[in-house]
């Protein structure tokens, strides 16, 4: 059972479109983390959301978390070649930090 | 400053053969994490290290998986045994600590093969 679902599993856009990725969970964990991940390299995070209905920017990315606090998403505004990525939410366990991943959104935009 | 080191970047092994994959953490951090990725998914939680001792290893998938950190710093994670279904990119992480909102760097982990 995935705890943490995300969507779409892969994406292909042109350069200057808009897209939103989604993480759903089962569960309520005390945060939630998103990350970018490019090939040969590990997880960078991007944003933690701590609190339902917080929205974090980040220059052209927009993070939101549901009030229900088990729900998540990134949107990008005009993507860029350089957003290309692995795009991964994870669920922080409050004992030890330790993360829950999903299966990650492969984000592809083409110039 | 360094970030996270592993070594090998690249291991290929047959079934049956034991290996050892190291972790170099960043310096005084003293949390440190493994988790497996496999082709197409995101990382999975192995086990975690603060200081000295695993303090969760619920992640570890059998008796043939075993991690040390014998002095809070480097930590090596062993696989004997190894089967095809081990193949996969061996990830490690540091952080500060254990307080809630403390960032793990992730090094770019050791991709293994086991033919």
């Known amino acids: 059972t995935q705890l943490l679902e995300q969507s779409p599993q892969f994406l292909s856009i042109q350069e200057g479109e808009n897209l939103t990725v989604y993480c759903n969970s089962s569960s309520v964990f005390s945060s939630l983390q998103w990350y970018r991940q490019e090939p040969g390299e590990g997880p960078v995070l991007l944003v933690t959301v701590v609190t339902g209905g917080e929205v974090k920017k980040l220059k052209r990315l927009t993070f939101q978390f549901g009030d229900a606090r088990k729900d998540s998403s990134l949107h990008i505004t005009a993507a860029q070649p350089g957003d290309t990525g692995l795009y991964l939410c994870?669920?922080?366990?409050?004992?030890?930090?330790?993360?829950?991943f999903g299966a990650g959104t492969i984000l592809r935009v083409k110039s | 400053g360094a970030g996270v080191s592993q070594t090998p970047s690249n291991k290929v092994t047959e079934k049956g053969k034991y290996v050892e994959l190291r972790c170099d953490p960043i310096s005084g951090h003293t949390a440190l994490y493994w988790y497996r990725q496999s082709l197409g998914q995101g990382p999975e939680f192995l086990i975690y290290?603060?200081?000295?001792?695993?303090?969760?290893d619920s992640g570890l998938p059998n008796d043939r998986f075993f991690a040390v950190r014998p002095e809070g710093s480097v930590s090596t994670l062993k696989i004997q045994r190894t089967e095809r279904g081990d193949s996969a990119v061996y990830l490690c992480a540091s952080s500060p600590g254990l307080a809630l909102g403390d960032e793990q760097f992730f090094g770019p982990g050791t991709r293994l093969t086991v033919l």
């Open positions: 994870a669920g922080v366990w409050e004992y030890g930090n330790k993360l829950v």
């Open positions: 290290f603060q200081g000295t001792g695993a303090a969760d």
